[in-house]
């Protein structure tokens, strides 16, 4: 395996996992906390019971995506040291606000879990606020300097030198609001539908229904919002890509001949060779309105990029798919969701649950699915239009071992914390 | 701006270095313990690191965003000619941290509890040696920094910087002087009655950081490193040297008479004053090479970055440290007796 091929994986890899743990961990504590703020207001045991399951689970979850966090803020020197030489400075304001909000919720974390029957009531649920939204405030920050890669800005480029550096400006870019918003809406609908979904599967097996159907209440009510927002968002993120970067929208629909009135393609199979999109089904116009708000606008096609500055078409047309067909199904279950809440026999029918157990995987499935559009879309760069990955990687050969090795521990330590969530389940429902 | 910049990484290398020494520290007390002593001290961990370990290793993410942010040029020569290190390091931290919360958070007692344990100790004193062997590496005047480095093997420009004598002993000197921050703190923690072990690991690991440091030191001066040469020639850095060793007086005085806060100050001040030993007799070349140095200095990121960044740092520590040291002071300081409680509920 090539270096560079080696360290794209490995990087490409633990942001994965990190992704999971990271959006778990950032959205987990507003479940916690609404249940918490239940218990204080119906003193239900139930409630204190449930508050005090998930605090295990934000414990944990905390903890891995607070050490994955640690293993990426090195990787991304270890293996792009080139990229980090130069971009470290111009995008360092976001991380080191990361690093601040990131320290803030540590600490709240600490209070809140070690808190109990120490702290004032009010105060001690408050901590727990304070865990989420520092939570939250990272995964904006990070994201606001994913966004720099693909809208770089706040400095000047001139001879292959970063001149006039104006680190705000940079964090500030012009993706950072349609990233951040997108990612932040995705971190909810996929936990939601997640901690919903291992709900459902203890109401559908029988096992203390009282406990799971509040539980299940309280984190899709979180996802339904968040999937039924998200189209919106998405629609902002699309025409703001169709602007600033033709060709990754291009790629993103499989979009090869610059054309007007532009059919949007569902579904598909690529060939890259002949440019051709087989067995698709193609609402006319729909590509030029989504991108233009115009069913006659003139869309970019892939061709008019030179062949080296076009990322791999048919990863990041799958993606895109596999990302908004999850997007739609995920936002009519939402809706779904809030009917049943006026239909209560729904309740009690097994399809209900079993619909819902089998949606859980998807909201992470389509996050992760969108991070390939926005990552494998953004090549061959790595600084849009300024700096090539291949420019960027560390010259130290032997890449593919680190990630060997790394794949070793991240799986590992999937199956280790799955392991232990069903441990924790398997305790909860025993308890009386 | 920048010596603000300076004092925060500074400040963040400290804090690490006691805080997350300590933290490392506590594992290696742990594997040195016998059976019966394991099992206490793993309670008395649980108590006093549970609400802020994850505080005392974020210090190390602080320093590493400083450093890439405004010395840009020389984080460049460590994660490319320290990579190795640096990898082990980060696999260790991501294990320990894992096994920490395994062992006290899987909500059955079972025998996977001691794949949990080892996985801490062993995890506990491999990153910490790692971690000093980066220590090590950046002194050992063995990182090439020469233009021409493409006729050199993979092992005399990836490999040789830390894994040399010299970066080895380091390492160890440092796992010890974790071991010894970590047994004067839980000396104070400890359940009644059974201060003496930390007391006995206290004076172990005393004897370990002063047989390590003279043997590294020793091995230096043989050697005719540079690092060593520069720091025996350097006033300052001898009487720092000279204080910390007289401070162990007042230590172990403090700790006869169990006052804990006083003796975690002292303990806390030696460190202090070793690294600033450490610091003083090569700063600002914080990478010491036969060909050449690096300063911290040289090649620092523009103005208008550093103007920012020592803003976000003033306004960030303002935020954090109160609070940090509330969550301290609420859970660390005042000892809160629950033996008999089960540690996870």
Not at chain 2, 112 to 132: A, E, H, N, R
């Amino acid at each position: 395996m090539e270096n560079l091929d080696a360290a794209r994986l490995q990087m490409a890899f633990t942001l994965i996992f990190h992704i999971v743990f990271a959006c778990i961990g950032m959205v987990m504590p507003f479940f916690m906390v609404v249940s918490h703020y239940k218990w204080l207001k119906t003193k239900d045991q139930i409630y204190l019971t449930l508050t005090k399951a998930w605090q295990k689970g934000v414990a944990i979850f905390f903890v891995t995506g607070a050490v994955s966090g640690t293993a990426l803020s090195f990787e991304l020197g270890l293996l792009w040291p080139e990229f980090m030489k130069h971009a470290g400075p111009i995008i360092g304001m976001p991380f080191s606000l990361e690093g601040a909000a990131f320290f803030v919720e540590a600490i709240a974390l600490g209070f809140y879990l070690y808190g109990w029957n120490k702290l004032p009531e009010k105060f001690h649920w408050f901590t727990g606020v304070i865990i989420g939204l520092s939570g939250v405030a990272s995964g904006i920050l990070v994201v606001a300097a994913n966004g720099w890669m693909n809208s770089p800005s706040g400095f000047d480029y001139i001879d292959g030198q970063f001149l006039n550096i104006d680190p705000v400006q940079a964090m500030l870019n012009p993706a950072w609001f349609t990233q951040a918003l997108h990612m932040t809406l995705a971190a909810f609908t996929a936990t939601g539908f997640a901690v919903a979904g291992i709900h459902a599967f203890q109401i559908f097996k029988g096992r203390r229904v009282a406990l799971h159907t509040k539980a299940f209440k309280i984190a899709l009510t979180f996802g339904a919002i968040a999937a039924i927002l998200q189209p919106i968002s998405g629609d902002i993120s699309a025409k703001d890509i169709a602007e600033r970067q033709p060709v990754k929208l291009a790629a993103m629909e499989a979009h090869y001949n610059t054309e007007k009135g532009v059919p949007l393609y569902i579904g598909g199979i690529v060939n890259a060779e002949t440019q051709e999109v087989k067995y698709k089904i193609a609402i006319p116009g729909m590509l030029s309105f989504l991108a233009f708000g115009d069913f006659n606008a003139e869309v970019k096609g892939l061709n008019d990029f030179p062949e080296d500055e076009r990322p791999n078409v048919p990863i990041v047309h799958y993606a895109f798919q596999t990302m908004v067909g999850i997007g739609g199904v995920l936002m009519l279950a939402g809706l779904l969701y809030f009917v049943s809440l006026k239909k209560k026999k729904w309740l009690k029918s097994n399809k209900y649950w079993i619909l819902f157990v089998l949606l859980a995987p998807l909201g992470f499935i389509a996050l992760e699915a969108g991070w390939i559009v926005t990552e494998v879309g953004r090549q061959p760069w790595i600084i849009h239009k300024i700096m090539r990955t291949k420019d960027a990687v560390t010259p130290m050969p032997g890449i593919v071992f680190s990630f060997y090795t790394y794949i070793v521990v991240y799986l590992t330590l999937s199956v280790a914390v799955t392991w232990l969530m069903i441990r924790q389940i398997k305790v909860l429902n025993a308890q009386k | 701006m920048l010596y603000v910049v300076l004092f925060f990484l500074m400040f963040s290398l400290y804090l690490y270095v006691v805080l997350g020494g300590a933290d490392y520290g506590a594992g290696i007390v742990e594997m040195f313990s016998s059976e019966e002593n394991q099992k206490i001290t793993k309670k008395t961990i649980y108590r006093v690191m549970g609400p802020v370990w994850e505080a005392n290793h974020i210090w190390i993410i602080i320093m590493i965003v400083i450093l890439w942010i405004a010395f840009p040029a020389y984080y460049n020569i460590l994660v490319v000619h320290l990579h190795i290190p640096l990898t082990i390091v980060l696999l260790g931290v991501t294990l320990r941290g894992v096994a920490f919360v395994f062992r006290h958070y899987d909500a059955i007692i079972d025998n996977s509890q001691k794949l949990y344990d080892g996985m801490f100790k062993v995890s506990s004193l491999v990153t910490p040696i790692f971690l000093g062997m980066v220590f090590g590496g950046l002194i050992s005047g063995e990182i090439q920094l020469s233009e021409n480095i493409n006729n050199l093997t993979f092992y005399e420009i990836f490999v040789k910087p830390w894994f040399n004598v010299f970066s080895v002993l380091v390492g160890l000197f440092f796992a010890a002087l974790c071991a010894f921050l970590s047994s004067v703190l839980l000396i104070g923690e400890s359940e009644e009655g059974k201060e003496n072990i930390y007391i006995r690991k206290a004076a172990i690991a005393t004897i370990v950081v002063f047989v390590m440091g003279l043997i590294t030191f020793i091995y230096g001066y043989i050697d005719n490193y540079f690092f060593v040469k520069n720091f025996i020639t350097d006033p300052y850095a001898i009487a720092a040297m000279i204080i910390s060793g007289i401070l162990l007086l007042p230590l172990w005085l403090t700790i006869k008479k169990g006052r804990r806060v006083l003796s975690r100050l002292f303990a806390g001040l030696q460190v202090f004053l070793i690294l600033l030993a450490a610091l003083i007799s090569h700063f600002p070349n914080i990478i010491i090479s036969k060909n050449g140095s690096v300063s911290l200095l040289d090649q620092i990121a523009p103005d208008s970055v550093i103007n920012v960044l020592g803003v976000s740092l003033i306004i960030g520590g303002a935020v954090i440290l109160p609070g940090l040291f509330h969550l301290l002071k609420s859970f660390k300081m005042i000892k809160i007796l629950e033996q008999n409680k089960n540690p996870s509920a």
